[in-house]
């Protein structure tokens, strides 16, 4: 027994071992070096980063004084001591007013030359009479001292100060203000308010001319073009009074002379001269580095939120953001995958860093409340996705790219249809040949055709899109305009009819080598894992021949097959790549959708219509009433949310709805607390509710789904089940309720995941969401407990049968001798699992007998024709002469049989028996094809959630293996206590 567990011991070494070495990497994050410069101004600052507003006169100044420096340009103050701080920069210029308080908050921080410049500061006005109103508040301000006080109380004591309240003045008017308030002590924003020198003057200002103050927040290079544009009235936010600037601008007089300091870190005041490293392999390799971004973008959100210790520039238009990686402005841009791949055809120094950071869905915005315009186009778009009109328009523009735009007829008999674009969002929105095209203009040309209103286009800035649309200068905005919850409170969106992939580009010579080919563009000769009997086999099959593909029972053994590199992408439905990505950083999302077929309810083909027309009904109803779009946006989410938990109603008493899922394809249909959910679950259980009924679900592999509803093992099928035209054949289909793209998966080997983790963390960590979290163990002990019942009735069962079937092999009687012999040739024949399928499916298709009876009996059989055999073997294995001899002590045929040959029988047939009990225990872990959660398909439940490629498998080897030997060792004693000189042992001398 020592050894045994000694080996015990040895295996569960080595398995931990293999785990650890296949879970961990060994990737190790070097410390950064800071960068810092000489700080001689004798050399003009020669190689030092010096940062500034973007636009200001700061900038001016170094850029006329400091010619060596390397000048960083920002949209705001705040973002020149983020880059300070992350050491970015060596040095920032800014107001003085404004340095001093960084210095309040910040001891690291330290003035490295005061009073470098010296600016007057002014409103701007367009209004000359505006003007001279301002200019005779100012004098009177003055000569009260009520203007001082204004300066020291913001400058000073910043913190307790607020603006005076002037709601009871009469309003009569709007005066309209831009300002940046990212600028203290000038304009800010605090506590939820405005505050600040310049928006006091301003609000005073517009209580003398008995207006209201309406207060346009946009950045400060845009607020001269704002005000020339007459967008606005007047502007204010620190303004330095220039000659070049007075040429555009009507400005007040003086009411602050500006000293302008540079601002440094206390510790590079005794700087040392480092080198940088520029080479990435990874977004990682990012942080401290410029990245240019798309102003108000997600882009921005994300690099804002996941590059703290990145320089971030904001910009308004794509092309000038292109234009600032093309001249050095920026060492990275965060752009869609589409408009990146049109910019590198014709910029090939430029390359794709291979991160897929997120996926977002493209959406129109209509003006808040405007539902039944949302809800129009959410119709029309089911409408031509049907038709396959929407895959004509999204292959145009996404993989030709290079298409024209169709002539689309329209009458324009209800009018005009106002469209905001930005015009330079390549494929979405951009110009050629004169006119603005693109994927997004079709889709908007098109409903415009559809609700019969003719499109007229506007163009804007990104940033000024949704202020376009919420002051009615647009009907509607499209340009692959991404939804955010911050958005949303501004805009109607519709559902989202693409989704997009962020990435990141950069220069190529400042790409590592190691980067990651598989791109999608290999396909025809590439190897694709997918799941058996899905949408993707299908695709693949019909589209890329010379592919080599690989089908699998479940997705998660071939995401597992990717990360061990035995294939180059999976294809599977957008939604499991949600939960695919999202648990394996190591993964990359390729943006390309392949299909756009639709979800329905499968029904038994030619079946009474009327639960069918009843189901059409409901959705129907739930689609009109919006309860639909509530469900896919709750279930749907990337962002690595929980799922919000809504309350479904239930019917206690009614007929019986059969049906039949595959329990593994999360967010659709999983199982979470031991329970099926998802977004399948909730559509079918209310519209169970809806017609009287309650639901019973029936768990199963996925390729056995349309044999069990065939055969009538259950009423419908819903697990994300797409209608295609071969399935059509088969089975009919309810109405389209969800559209899920096949998209592909593929290994990222610029990953950075798991830097810095131990394998023991790693192991820890697995063990938490494998089998804590959630209490994913009970998973696992509800299926040991089914492979234990299933493995014990069968060896009984099989026992019984097999005696008897060796009774009929070794009778004289040549019809049951023949018989007997058909049928161990027959059992021995057929595979396991297609006999459990046959048993399931056809022998008992129309019984109400649990999955675990039918195994149960399919393993006796199997098990009875092995063991006859060895029973037989055994049996003849006994001498003749020990018949004879017990016959000659008087003894008839059947007590020979039991008091002589059965004993000395049975020591020989145990040993064989024994591993034949063993393969059968093993040979359960298939009993998931006919919808029975054993061990293994408790493991697989919980890979479906966790996507984790290894510790779910290893530790269900680990049971199996200890389950093997509990039994082993039990068949052992009974086979001692068989053999009674081996249990006594040997005598002693």
Request: glycine residues 6%.
């Amino acid at each position: 027994m020592k050894k045994q567990f000694c080996n015990i011991t040895l295996i569960f070494s080595v398995m931990i071992f293999c785990y650890a070495c296949s879970s961990t990497t060994s990737n190790e994050k070097t410390a950064a070096q800071d960068s810092t410069a000489n700080f001689n101004e004798s050399n003009k600052f020669a190689g030092t980063k010096i940062a500034v507003v973007l636009g200001s006169t700061h900038d001016q100044f170094v850029t006329a004084n400091y010619p060596d420096a390397e000048i960083i340009r920002f949209d705001n103050s705040p973002d020149l001591s983020i880059a300070l701080k992350a050491k970015q920069c060596d040095l920032m210029l800014m107001d003085g007013f404004t340095g001093e308080l960084y210095l309040k908050d910040d001891p690291s921080l330290a003035i490295f030359k005061e009073n470098v410049i010296q600016e007057p500061i002014g409103f701007g006005f367009n209004d000359d009479n505006l003007c001279n109103e301002f200019n005779q508040m100012l004098s009177e301000l003055k000569q009260s001292g009520e203007l001082q006080s204004i300066i020291d109380k913001w400058s000073n004591d910043m913190g307790d100060a607020e603006i005076p309240d002037f709601s009871d003045v009469p309003k009569n008017g709007v005066l309209r203000l831009a300002t940046p308030e990212t600028n203290p002590p000038f304009c800010f924003f605090k506590n939820q308010q405005h505050a600040g020198i310049d928006l006091e003057l301003a609000f005073i200002f517009a209580a003398r001319l008995n207006k209201e103050i309406s207060i346009i927040n946009v950045p400060f290079n845009a607020l001269m073009p704002s005000l020339s544009s007459h967008k606005v009235d007047v502007i204010c936010s620190g303004i330095t009074i220039t000659e070049e600037r007075s040429k555009q601008v009507k400005f007040s007089d003086v009411y602050y002379e500006s000293k302008a300091n540079l601002l440094t870190l206390k510790e590079n005041l005794n700087p040392t001269q480092i080198t940088n490293k520029n080479i990435y392999s990874s977004f990682s390799d990012l942080e401290g580095k410029k990245i240019a971004v798309l102003l108000g973008s997600t882009q921005d959100y994300y690099a804002a939120e996941n590059f703290p210790k990145s320089t971030i520039l904001r910009i308004d238009a794509i092309s000038d953001l292109l234009m600032a990686l093309t001249t050095n402005r920026c060492d990275a841009a965060l752009i869609s995958n589409e408009q990146a791949v049109f910019f590198m055809k014709t910029n090939p120094d430029f390359g794709f860093l291979k991160e897929n950071l997120y996926n977002d869905s493209i959406s129109m915005g209509f003006p808040k409340g405007n539902d039944a315009m949302v809800q129009k186009f959410n119709d029309f778009l089911v409408k031509i996705k049907k038709s396959g009109l929407y895959q004509q328009i999204y292959d145009r523009w996404m993989n030709d790219q290079a298409s024209t735009m169709p002539v689309i007829e329209n009458s324009g008999k209800n009018g005009t249809l106002n469209i905001g674009t930005e015009g330079q969002s390549v494929p979405y929105s951009y110009l050629k040949d004169g006119k603005i095209v693109g994927f997004d203009i079709e889709l908007i040309y098109r409903f415009a055709a559809e609700i019969e209103k003719t499109p007229k286009l506007f163009t804007y800035n990104f940033s000024g899109l949704i202020p376009a649309l919420a002051t009615g200068k647009v009907d509607v905005i499209a340009n692959n305009i991404m939804v955010t919850e911050e958005r949303k409170k501004e805009v109607a969106f519709t559902n989202g009819y693409c989704i997009k992939s962020t990435g990141i580009i950069c220069k190529k010579e400042h790409l590592s080598s190691n980067e990651n080919i598989n791109d999608g563009s290999n396909l025809e000769s590439a190897t694709i894992g997918v799941m058996t009997g899905s949408l993707a086999e299908m695709y693949l099959k019909e589209h890329y021949k010379q592919a080599k593909i690989q089908c699998f029972d479940d997705i998660m053994d071939a995401v597992t097959a990717l990360k061990t590199n035995k294939l180059q992408y999976v294809m599977t439905a957008f939604t499991t790549t949600i939960t695919a990505t999202k648990n394996n950083p190591d993964l990359l999302l390729l943006p390309k959708e392949y299909t756009h077929e639709g979800a329905g309810i499968a029904f038994p083909k030619n079946s009474s219509s009327e639960l069918l027309n009843k189901t059409n009904a409901v959705i129907k109803q739930l689609k009109e009433d919006g309860t639909l779009d509530q469900m896919i946006d709750r279930w749907t989410k990337n962002e690595g949310k929980d799922y919000e938990k809504v309350d479904v109603p239930q019917v206690k008493d009614g007929p019986v709805l059969k049906v039949g899922c595959a329990a593994n394809r999360e967010p659709m249909c999983f199982i979470q607390n031991k329970k099926i959910v998802g977004l399948d679950c909730e559509l079918i259980e209310r519209i169970a509710y809806q017609l009287g009924m309650k639901v019973e679900y029936t768990d199963m592999k996925f390729s056995a789904l349309v044999a069990a509803l065939t055969t009538g093992k259950v009423d419908v099928v819903i697990s994300n089940f797409t209608a295609t035209e071969e399935r059509k054949e088969k089975v009919d289909f309810s109405e389209i309720y969800f559209v899920n793209p096949q998209m592909l998966l593929t290994k990222n080997n610029n990953s950075s995941q798991m830097i810095g983790q131990s394998w023991w963390s790693s192991i820890k960590e697995s063990f938490y969401n494998n089998l804590i979290l959630e209490q994913r163990y009970l998973l696992i002990w509800d299926g040991l407990k089914v492979t234990c019942l299933i493995s014990l009735l069968s060896v009984i069962l099989g026992t019984i049968l097999g005696g008897c079937i060796c009774f009929m092999r070794m009778s004289k009687n040549l019809i049951l001798k023949n018989i007997a012999k058909v049928y161990i040739d027959l059992l021995r024949g057929i595979p396991q699992v297609v006999l459990l399928m046959i048993m399931f499916y056809v022998v008992f298709a129309s019984s109400n007998i649990t999955g675990v009876t039918v195994a149960s009996i399919t393993f006796a059989l199997n098990f009875a024709a092995y063991v006859s055999e060895v029973f037989r073997t055994s049996i003849t294995g006994v001498g003749k002469g020990q018949t004879e001899a017990g016959i000659a002590m008087g003894f008839n045929k059947v007590k020979t049989f039991i008091n002589i040959v059965l004993p000395q029988a049975v020591q020989k047939v145990l040993p064989v028996f024994k591993g034949e009990f063993i393969s059968l225990v093993k040979m359960t872990s298939i009993v998931g094809y006919i919808a029975v959660q054993d061990l293994t398909k408790a493991s697989d439940i919980i890979r479906s959630r966790t996507f984790d490629a290894f510790f779910p498998l290893i530790m269900v080897a680990i049971l199996y293996f200890v389950l093997a030997w509990v039994l082993t060792q039990l068949l052992t004693l009974i086979e001692i206590k068989t053999a009674p000189k081996r249990s006594k042992g040997p005598k002693g001398n």
